[in-house]
């Protein structure tokens, strides 16, 4: 292992962030998006599934990396086999493709449930991920890295080399104050200075603007960053099992509609400015549809 430091160490793994602080995203053909939140529970399994495959509706190949490494979801929430080979791919046993699950066009790296070998070893997993990335991103359109909570220098790690950053934020408090944190630890520590935001869990078009506004306004006092609000997805009220299963569905849905807002939003050129002025624009919640409006310019 190398002796530099976590940030020296990231810096030199990825070219493409400058020494400003500022990172750019990349020329390689294939975008990789880390979907982080700081806090648990705030959806960031659900948001990166969901993306994952509306990008594949889009006609894109695309693989999601499930980075909670032992207590992972994704294969769960999709349905799929829970026999993860993540284990054997990380002691080669067995080879990349193998280790992974097709759905046509929608590939799951999926991870380990309570393995107490990968438990009581510290192997240094995001930089098996980053070397996954390096040797399949030609395969691919999208990469996208469901990460686990918690601000750790994994998390950090995986958040900096990736293209972009989904900062996945519910309305609660402690959402906001958490995400606030990764954002600023990847600022100082790593120079990241570029995110866009999701926020998830809303319960209405009031409470949306207030969140933005709120967050944006604390950023832009004491964070130099650049953060691109993607949009809102709105609470689901009723049951947990329900929401999976409309997570899942095709088209129609609110929820649906929520996120291909998100991914035209995301696809779109120039969508925001520094969090020092940020005009920042969003869909109607409620027709799901809705047209660009400004909400505030501050
Ligand atoms: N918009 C929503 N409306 C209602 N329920 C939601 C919504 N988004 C996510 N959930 C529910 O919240 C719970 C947490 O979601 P999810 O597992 O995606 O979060 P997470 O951030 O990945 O959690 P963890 O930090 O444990 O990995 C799940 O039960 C999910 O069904
Ligand atoms: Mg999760």
């Not at 390689?28 to 495959?53: D, E, H, Q, W």
């Not at 509706?57 to 799929?80: H, M, P, Q």
């Not at 949306?208 to 709120?214: A, Q, V």
Request: proline share 3%.
């Amino acid at each position: 292992m190398s002796r530099k430091t976590p940030g020296e160490w990231l810096l030199s793994q990825n070219s493409n962030f400058s020494r400003n602080g500022v990172s750019c995203p990349t020329q390689r053909p294939c975008k990789t998006i880390a979907v982080s939140s700081g806090k648990g529970g705030v959806g960031k399994t659900s948001v990166a599934i969901k993306l994952s495959k509306l990008l594949v509706e889009r006609g894109e190949k695309v693989l999601l990396i499930d980075c909670d490494y032992n207590l992972s979801n994704t294969a769960v929430k999709l349905g799929f086999p829970l026999e993860s080979k993540f284990y054997d791919l990380l002691q080669s046993k067995i080879e990349f493709d193998e280790a992974i699950h097709k759905d046509g066009n929608f590939h799951l790296l999926s991870a380990c449930n309570g393995n107490v070998d990968l438990f009581e070893k510290d192997l240094g997993l995001e930089n098996l991920i980053i070397d996954i990335i390096s040797a399949h991103n030609e395969d691919y359109d999208s990469i996208i890295l469901d990460c686990p909570a918690g601000l750790t220098k994994e998390v950090c790690t995986l958040s900096g080399y990736c293209d972009y950053r989904f900062v996945v934020i519910t309305p609660d408090k402690s959402s906001i104050t958490d995400s606030y944190s990764l954002i600023k630890v990847l600022g100082q520590r790593f120079g990241v200075r570029e995110h866009h935001l999701i926020f998830n869990k809303i319960s209405n078009e009031k409470q949306y603007e207030r969140l933005t506004k709120t967050f944006l306004e604390t950023a832009s006092l004491y964070l130099d960053c650049r953060l691109n609000v993607l949009g809102a997805i709105p609470f689901f009220r009723q049951n947990v099992d329900l929401f999976d299963r409309e997570l899942l569905k095709v088209a129609g849905s609110k929820i649906h509609n929520s996120f291909n807002n998100v991914i035209d939003r995301f696809t779109e050129e120039n969508i925001g400015t520094s969090a020092n002025s940020f005009p920042i624009f969003q869909r109607g919640l409620d027709s799901g549809l809705g047209q660009k409006q400004d909400v505030q310019s501050l």
